[in-house]
């Protein structure tokens, strides 16, 4: 003990022992996001306590809460260990048009994000594509394939969709580990084709349409 | 028995108000807002004899598990505390010098290459 505790506090300024990496899963309610961070990293809930906004009026039920302002909202938290010094953290973005008052503070600094898609409610998932597409994030849509959803051409869902070319669609299992991660695997692959294809940074710029396009996948 | 007599039970929400470990303060003390991957440690800074801030017993559990290098997100999920509040105690500690920022995130901070390639490494090993 003694010695791990001089370890930490032996230098003057603290060494960082790993850096912490964000990816989001986002996608409407069922689409499988608790069941996708719980396949591949040990889940906890993370509250939040956050300020209750005329978003929630009529959707959440004050009757008898009196004076509560604030409403406590459970995220899907999970954390993978990525070698010795890296850690990646996965963060359930509850994809409800009425939570996107946290949506920013989930996306500072994330690297990227993980839209999951459910056929039969495709629409669920139109908040999460149009934040990211313009938050310029990189984002992959996966399509939980559930047992009994109808099975669509990927290239229908794209279409449904409006996905730019630049952004993968990819089908998956949220429960199967393996299918997770090569959904992961595919979105870091995208950010790193992102990176090499423009080497400037983004910043200022506000005209979305052709950089995108010219990634072509 | 007469019905004031009875506790309350889940009508009236939470018996202890979430903000109130914080005496009911929603926003740090300093102006570094910390975020959910901020990485933090503790100094080991001995906290002030008088402790003027009257530390909560919360403060102590926070300072307890950042023997070790913890994010914000980490511990509000080992102490079962929401994000607000634990921003709030630890930005507290870092007041009194018994916490400090080992790394934090610019929003705009991209991520090399050779990270992204680790994480890919990483992900493909798992």
Known sequence: MASARSDIHGGAAAVPAFTAHKILVAGGFGAGKTTLVGAISEVRPLQTEEALTTAGIGLDDLSGVGRKTTTTVALDFGRITLGAKIVLYLFGMPGQERFSFMWDELAYGALGAVILADVRRLGDCFPSVNYFETRRLPFVVAVNCFDDAPSYDPQEIRQALDLDPGNPLVLCDARDVASVKGVLITLVETIASRRSAKPGPARGRTAPPQSASRLGH | ?126
């Open chain 2, 1 to 126: 028995m007469p019905a004031d007599d009875t506790f309350p039970q889940r009508e009236s929400g939470p018996v202890v108000r979430p903000y109130a470990v914080t005496g009911g303060r929603t926003e740090p003390a300093d102006g570094d807002v910390l975020r959910l991957l901020t990485v933090l440690v503790a100094t080991g800074r001995p906290l002030p004899t008088d402790d003027p801030a009257r530390l909560a017993p919360e403060h102590h559990r926070l300072l307890a598990l950042c023997r070790r290098q913890m994010t914000l997100a980490d511990l509000a999920a080992d102490t079962a505390l929401p994000v607000g509040v634990v921003r709030v105690l630890m930005a507290d500690l870092t007041e009194l010098g018994a916490i400090t920022v080992v790394a934090q995130r610019s929003a705009d901070q991209k991520t090399g290459n050779d990270v992204l390639k680790e994480i890919l490494n990483g992900l493909r090993a798992l």
